[in-house]
């Protein structure tokens, strides 16, 4: 896909099938045709193998580091990181989430310099580092999440709730309302609402009642929709995510590895980007997972068969 289908994706469109195959690609497929026997033979293999969760292992010690860094900063007033996840300073250095600082200068029409310098660090580092790896690898909601949505799989596989999937293009919708919303009326709602401010302000200087939105959204995701907030709403998830479409961080899919059985798209939390691992549809034998992905890496611990790995463009292949 090109850029620009990549950023439509993220906006909301559905993802296409490609019109054309690269000449490797289409012999990598025909080579697969009628072969469904030997993989579930390959399969069964591989499926007696450990399951590993490397990837998620690393990334929660970052997350939970990075977030107890503002507590303990607070707490010992070491002044390392202080402030929280919407904004903060860094050994000195502003950071501030791009789209709470646009909307704060939209409702008081005001470009404020702390706010442009925080945002532009902020872009830098996750422009370079991977769009929404902020997601995964840093905000304090998504691991909280993450043990919502185990609950929702459980009460799934027992029957109790099911999944409703929401249209993508709604979290677009959001990112357009909020921000009209505080140019008209001079309030930044959307920092009310913000799920990740409110838990990280409730970590770092105790709990306020505006948990309890925090609760209602869990209890949706749970008995609903899994994973809503960071899917189908969070107007953040999605700035990050354009902002980092051209990151050379990426995870990459190898087609003449892949045994389609889908196990990746079972643990990602945004499968539309994994629409390449269907049988028939990878345009080539490589392919960049778009700029959806958190860069969680829960499918590279997935793939039995190594199909998806962590890249860096130009670097070599990361462990
Ligand atoms: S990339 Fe997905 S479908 Fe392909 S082998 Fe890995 S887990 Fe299975
Ligand atoms: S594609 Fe893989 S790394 Fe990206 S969000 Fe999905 S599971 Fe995580």
């Not at 070491?78 to 904004?87: H, Y």
């Not at 401010?197 to 008995?223: D, K, N, T």
């Not at 059985?261 to 345009?283: D, S």
Request: contains cysteine; aromatic residues 8%; glycine residues 8%.
């Amino acid at each position: 896909m090109s850029f620009l289908d990549d950023v439509a994706v993220m906006l909301g469109r559905a993802p296409r099938k490609a019109k054309r195959h690269t000449d490797a690609a289409e012999i990598a497929h025909g080579r697969k045709r009628g072969k469904g026997l030997e993989v579930t033979r390959l399969l069964e293999v591989l499926a007696a193998a450990p399951k590993s969760h490397t990837w998620r292992n690393r990334r929660w010690a970052v997350l939970i580091s990075v977030n107890l860094l503002f507590v303990f900063s607070f707490w010992l007033d070491i002044q390392v990181l202080e402030g929280s996840l919407t904004a903060s300073r860094f050994l000195g250095f502003h950071l501030a989430d791009v789209y709470s600082s646009g909307l704060i200068m939209l409702s008081e029409k005001h470009v404020a310099v702390n706010l442009v310098i925080g945002s532009a660090t902020v872009l830098l580092l996750w422009g370079l580092i991977g769009g929404r790896s902020f997601c995964s690898w840093a905000c304090i909601y998504h691991l909280v999440a993450e043990w919502a949505e185990s609950l929702h799989l459980k009460l799934a596989a027992a029957g109790i709730v099911s999944d409703h999937v929401l249209h993508r293009g709604i979290r677009s919708l959001l990112w357009v309302l909020f921000a009209a919303l505080a140019f008209a009326t001079g309030q930044a709602l959307f920092l009310t609402l913000n799920p990740i401010g409110i838990l990280s302000r409730a970590l770092i200087y105790g709990p306020s009642l505006a948990l309890g939105w925090v609760l209602l959204l869990l209890a949706f995701e749970v008995v609903y929709s899994r994973r809503a907030w960071c899917c189908y709403l969070c107007p953040i998830g999605l700035t990050y995510g354009v902002l980092g479409a051209a990151t050379p961080v990426r995870v990459r899919y190898n087609l003449e590895r892949c045994a389609h059985e889908g196990e990746c798209r079972k643990v990602c939390e945004v499968p539309h980007v994994l629409e390449m691992t269907i049988k028939g549809r990878a345009p080539d034998t490589r392919v960049d997972v778009g700029p959806d992905c958190t860069r969680c890496g829960l499918c590279v611990d997935a793939c039995p068969t190594r199909s998806l790995e962590f890249e860096v463009k130009g670097l070599s292949r990361l462990l």
